[in-house]
């Protein structure tokens, strides 16, 4: 006999399993844990198979005999209802990992080890603040570049760079999703002008000598922090990046060496990068050493020995010396060599690019290694030392033969 609604809601459980017919190879399996599960029971290709249909209260009576209907139609057509199941939940699954914001945290799980801990958040943060809300539900091979374009007008409209860069980003998570296979093209692509290109700002700095001088003069004098007044000297000393230089650590530098060797994990380029260090320099950290040296780094944070000095630290310094965010920042440094070294000291260029640890490549075309043109690096790094000691005395800046080029 057929199963009735009552009948169903009163199956009491047992010791063992037990199967309620409702005809058709449907039937109620009541478990001794009181579960009530829905069956079907049913020939394909001359083999007895079992699709489950549900459970109950969750799905009715009623709703258990369409869905037995409808399966029944697959096998009146020649298709097997487990099978057309199986791959509808396969579909699903697929879809669910295709997803924008789906392929996005896969390719961030990838690639986050090659970026610095705070570039890897930026970049997730940024799309999840921005497109997630938008287009992370969609499939990443359906999204088509006017959608990506609305997105972006929205961040446009708070800030232009910030738009930019999460175009890039996303233009990287397309070019993943095809490697992958689960898109064909990447859409970025046609947005191509669709932007107002931003007005580069560079890191401002002192690039004249004559201005250079008061600026050295003035960090003999920082009245503050001594660790900070060390720091000014060594960036101008071997213009490295601010975080190259924040994140020092003792058992980096070899002071008998007059050597500073960074590991490729905080380099931008992920290489590892050897500065040379003049004896200006090594007097400098000597002069540290009894203060910060029981530590692990060079420059650490006043407030907690165990982390580095504050990011900010440098450039609240320069700002205390009277200096405005338009005349230097801690990055700018390196423009302050770059151009001096090349302009007025006449070093050849491919030494200074190096030491400023960009990508450099030989004629063959091969990317030096750390220890290039060491020799001349050292001299380099010997007479910006001593160029920059005559400023601070008042000597006449006058332009250098190519002698450390050769």
Not at 103 to 110: L, P, S
Not at 122 to 128: A, C, D, F, M, S
Not at 382 to 400: E, I, N, R
Request: aromatic content about 6%.
């Amino acid at each position: 006999m057929a199963l009735t609604d009552v009948k169903v809601r009163n199956a009491k459980p047992g010791e063992k399993q037990a199967k309620l017919s409702d005809g058709d190879g449907m039937y109620l399996l009541v478990t001794p844990q009181g579960g009530k599960c829905w069956r079907l029971k049913y020939r394909i290709a001359g083999k007895e198979k079992v699709l489950a249909l549900g459970t109950y209260p969750e799905i009715s009576l009623s709703e258990a005999r369409e869905r037995k209907d409808a399966a029944r139609k697959l096998i009146a057509n020649g298709h097997d209802p487990g099978e057309v199941k199986k791959a509808q939940k396969a579909a699903k699954t697929a879809e669910a990992e295709n997803t924008f914001q789906a392929v996005t945290q896969e390719w961030h799980g990838r690639f986050k080890s090659q970026w610095s801990e705070k570039h890897a958040e930026q970049i997730l943060r940024r799309l999840e603040l921005d497109v997630f809300p938008w287009l992370g539900t969609r499939p990443v091979g359906e999204i088509k570049a006017p959608e990506l374009l609305a997105v972006l007008r929205r961040i446009e409209m708070r800030t232009l760079e910030t738009a930019h860069r999460v175009r890039i980003a996303c233009s990287q998570v397309f070019r993943y999703a095809v490697a992958t296979g689960r898109a064909e093209r990447d859409p970025v692509a046609d947005l191509k002008g669709a932007l107002p290109p931003v007005k580069n700002n560079h890191f401002a700095a002192l690039t004249d000598p004559k201005a250079v001088a008061p600026l050295l003069r003035a960090i003999d004098g920082f009245e503050g922090s001594f660790v900070v007044k060390c720091a000014l000297k060594l960036a101008a000393l071997t213009f490295v990046r601010p975080g190259e230089l924040r994140h020092a650590e003792w058992s980096e530098i070899d002071l008998e060496a007059a050597r500073w060797e960074i590991p490729a994990e905080r380099m931008k380029m992920k290489v590892a990068h050897l500065v040379p260090l003049s004896t200006q320099a090594v007097d400098i950290l000597k002069e540290l050493h009894p203060l910060t040296g029981s530590g692990t780094y060079v420059f650490p944070c006043h407030r907690s020995p165990l982390r580095c000095m504050s990011e900010n630290a440098v450039n609240a310094a320069l700002r205390r010396m009277g200096f405005e965010k338009s005349e230097i920042t801690g990055h700018g440094f390196r423009a302050m060599a770059r151009t001096i070294l090349d302009e007025v000291l006449h070093v050849r260029p491919d030494f200074i690019e190096h030491q400023l640890a960009h990508a450099v490549k030989d004629p063959l075309g091969r990317a030096y290694n750390r220890t290039s043109h060491l020799a001349e690096r050292q001299k380099m790094m010997q007479t910006w030392a001593d160029f920059l000691d005559g400023l601070k005395t008042g000597a006449k800046v006058l332009p250098f033969q190519r002698n450390v080029s050769q």
